[in-house]
T-cell receptor, first 111, second 112 residues
Framework: QKEVEQDPGPLSVPEGAIVSLNCTYSNSAFQYFMWYRQYSRKGPELLMYTYSSGNKEDGRFTAQVDKSSKYISLFIRDSQPSDSATYLCAMSNFGNEKLTFGTGTRLTIIP | DAGVTQSPTHLIKTRGQHVTLRCSPISGHKSVSWYQQVLGQGPQFIFQYYEKEERGRGNFPDRFSARQFPNYSSELNVNALLLGDSALYLC???????????FGPGTRLTVL
């Protein structure tokens, strides 16, 4: 079993829809949770960074962390064609820079 | 402000050769990490350096080595290249423990 599980998709939704992306994990020591966006053949771009449980909102993006269920989510409101990319969840322990990634979910927003 | 930079952008090598990849962190960042991303997978952790000392190593063979220089830039070296080493090699920098990591554009290595 992988430490971080992420549905690889692909996921296609119409423009303007709300997108929900999810990851589950097995390592209870994870304290920091991140979402990265990666366009084809480019480096990952940090979207959201959260510590421990709770919600964080930034513009059209909302990240949720539920440590009791070992489950994290990223919501994208009013999705745009420019949001079409692969979304990677990543996690790390306290005091440890090693990021453990999910496999990524490929998202396509249809105009 | 300049982000993380990596060179070269692309590289083609043959089996058995060695390769050196380079990374310059964001100004003020003292931590550099290296990741390998095979097509269709998430990045896998290779090394982390902080203040020129190795602070973490992933499950990669000894053919992989790295170092960090006094200006905090870093090199990743891979010896005796195998076909399976073909991947996107990513460098990430941060200010240190518990801080966000920012990735460079990566170096795409193809081993023939």
């Amino acid at each position: 079993q992988k430490e971080v599980e992420q549905d690889p998709g692909p996921l296609s939704v119409p423009e303007g829809a709300i997108v929900s992306l999810n990851c589950t994990y097995s390592n209870s020591a994870f304290q920091y949770f991140m979402w990265y966006r990666q366009y084809s053949r480019k480096g990952p771009e940090l979207l959201m960074y959260t510590y421990s449980s709770g919600n964080k909102e930034d513009g059209r993006f909302t990240a949720q962390v539920d440590k009791s269920s070992k489950y994290i989510s990223l919501f994208i409101r009013d999705s745009q064609p420019s949001d079409s990319a692969t979304y990677l969840c990543a996690m790390s322990n306290f005091g440890n820079e090693k990021l453990t990634f999910g496999t990524g979910t490929r998202l396509t927003i249809i105009p | 402000d300049a982000g993380v930079t990596q060179s070269p952008t692309h590289l083609i090598k043959t089996r058995g050769q060695h390769v050196t990849l380079r990374c310059s962190p964001i100004s003020g960042h003292k931590s550099v990490s290296w990741y390998q991303q095979v097509l269709g997978q998430g990045p896998q952790f290779i090394f982390q350096y902080y203040e020129k000392e190795e602070r973490g190593r992933g499950n990669f063979p000894d053919r992989f080595s790295a170092r960090q220089f006094p200006n905090y830039s870093s090199e990743l070296n891979v010896n005796a290249l195998l076909l399976g080493d073909s991947a996107l090699y990513l460098c990430a920098s941060s200010q240190g423990w518990g801080n966000e990591q920012f990735f460079g554009p990566g170096t795409r290595l193809t081993v023939l």
